[in-house]
């Protein structure tokens, strides 16, 4: 499968060419390099969800196409609505890429803006007033998760919950101080980052 975080794909044989050979052990070729390196050079090295690019990180290939992927939207939305991260109940998969479909979501802050579509909502196939209102109200209940969740949420590669949790700490706990610490960091590296000078922080989550 692919990561539920980034969308990371991994090398399988399903998706290969060719077989790959199941290595119990190895040893370095002249270079230094593993001969598992090499097997990448047999594997497709396009998204089989989208049809771009991968890369090569590790032993995994991760598809470039981040913000046109249809399958790395799902999982980062799924990934978001989580558990552990905003614990949005409802919010699944199956429903994400109806939504995803229906052009009403393709990032974070659309989530907070399905209460626009409630009416389209309730006459879809398998949804209702009673489960689209629950949804909707889980929607809202996220609004007041702790904020290492909504850290772990955001899906920043090797920031789990426990890595979220040592973050929020260091700001207290606190929203605000976070945020502002955040407005500092994108006002100060904007250009060295070649960030969108239109860029800005949404206040939808207050």
């Not at 390196?37 to 196409?65: A, H, M, Q, R, Y």
């Not at 409630?118 to 929607?139: N, Q, T, W, Y």
């Not at 969108?196 to 939808?204: P, R, Y």
Request: glycine share 6%.
């Amino acid at each position: 499968g692919k990561c539920d975080c980034c969308g990371w794909v991994p090398v399988d044989e399903k998706d290969s060419p060719v077989t790959l050979p199941k290595v119990s052990s190895y040893e370095p070729t002249k270079d230094g390099e593993s001969p598992l390196s090499l097997i990448t050079d047999w594997v497709n090295t396009t998204c089989p969800c989208c049809g771009e690019n991968l890369i090569k990180v590790g032993p995994n290939l991760f598809c470039t196409n981040e913000f046109g992927c249809k399958d790395q939207i799902v999982n980062k939305l799924s990934y978001f609505a989580s558990r552990n991260c905003m614990n949005i109940e409802g919010l699944s998969e199956a429903t994400l890429e109806k939504f995803i479909e229906l052009g009403w979501l393709n990032q974070f802050i659309d989530i907070y803006h399905l209460s626009d579509h409630r009416v389209e909502m309730i006459k879809l196939d398998g949804f209702g007033k009673k489960s689209v209102d629950k949804l909707l109200g889980a929607i809202e209940k996220s609004r007041t998760v702790k904020l290492e969740n909504f850290i772990a949420a955001l899906g920043i590669p090797n920031i789990g919950l426990s890595a979220a949790k040592t973050i929020s700490k260091h700001f207290n706990r606190n929203y605000e101080e976070f945020i502002n610490a955040f407005k500092s960091f994108i006002n100060e590296y904007i250009d060295k980052l070649d960030i969108d000078e239109n860029f800005v922080i949404n206040d939808d989550f207050d």
